[in-house]
């Protein structure tokens, strides 16, 4: 009796082998799945993109609203469609192994459609953003635009001013220091030898000059976009007059301030 409940035990062992590579075929298997993208009037859609959620499974639909997806793993699926335009439309499938099943995916109506918008915007160049245009306009100073100091020949850029009346270049080793009108009132700085240098913008940015013998800007002529000059505090724009400004001011507007210039 032994003996024979053994090899009862063995067969069903067996069995219960069999079944479980036959279930692991089952599982791991692969069909094809065919189907159609349609309207809620039963008008197809063509270009309309079919996916199998959670696979990478995925086909393109034809003139005709037809689709076919490939290698799609058997077992309960649920079969997306998308398309511009529309609301994306699901069918669910159970898809066995050997079996070709065809699906139908009913998307939703169109959505609509807003009319164009143009959005119109006007550029304003930097310097006229700055007021530069507008303060030249005024005639209450100097002033030089890129052609200018294009035509000045200036290799550093303190000799650009060789072509501004008023202005005096006063050599100072390899380079000059650039001295305006006087004005009333300044103190004179014993360091700088007696020298009354006018007050620096950059960009709008007060730029002091170190109190050393050689005083100036980190500058190249082929930076500057264009210059403004004022021989006193009185005739320089509000904003850029400062109580040590008796000897003028000099506004520079450089190329690295243009706003998204690409570099």
């Known amino acids: 009796m032994k003996e024979q409940g053994l090899v009862v035990y063995e067969q069903k062992l067996v069995e219960r082998q069999a079944a479980g590579d036959h279930l692991g075929r089952h599982r791991c298997a692969h069909a094809k799945e065919t189907g159609v993208v349609r309207k809620r009037n039963g008008t197809v859609i063509?270009?309309?993109?079919?996916?199998?959620?959670?696979?990478?499974?995925?086909?393109?639909?034809?003139?005709?609203?037809?689709?076919?997806?490939?290698?799609?793993?058997?077992?309960?699926?649920?079969?997306?469609?998308?398309?511009?335009?529309?609301?994306?439309?699901?069918?669910?499938?159970?898809?066995?192994?050997?079996?070709?099943?065809?699906?139908?995916?009913?998307?939703?109506?169109?959505i609509a459609v807003l009319d164009p918008v143009t959005v119109e915007g006007r550029s304003e160049p930097y310097l006229a953003r700055v007021g530069f245009e507008r303060r030249r306009k005024a005639a209450q100073g100097h002033f030089l635009d890129t052609t200018d100091v294009k035509s000045a020949g200036a290799v550093q850029f303190e000799e650009v001013f060789r072509m501004v009346p008023g202005v005096r270049l006063r050599p100072n080793g390899s380079s000059y220091l650039v001295e305006l009108q006087r004005g009333q009132g300044q103190i004179f700085n014993p360091a700088l030898a007696n020298y009354c240098p006018p007050a620096y913008f950059i960009d709008g940015v007060y730029f002091p000059l170190p109190p050393i013998q050689t005083p100036s800007l980190p500058l190249v002529p082929e930076e500057v976009l264009a210059i403004e000059v004022y021989s006193n505090i009185f005739s320089a724009p509000p904003q850029y007059q400062r109580m040590d400004s008796g000897c003028g001011v000099i506004l520079v507007w450089t190329k690295r301030g243009v706003p998204n210039r690409s570099r």
């Open 46 to 110: 063509a270009g309309a993109t079919v996916v199998v959620i959670g696979t990478d499974s995925r086909a393109q639909a034809d003139e005709l609203g037809g689709f076919t997806l490939r290698d799609v793993s058997a077992g309960p699926r649920i079969v997306e469609a998308q398309a511009v335009g529309y609301p994306p439309g699901r069918a669910q499938a159970t898809v066995r192994p050997g079996l070709a099943q065809r699906v139908e995916i009913v998307m939703g109506d169109s």
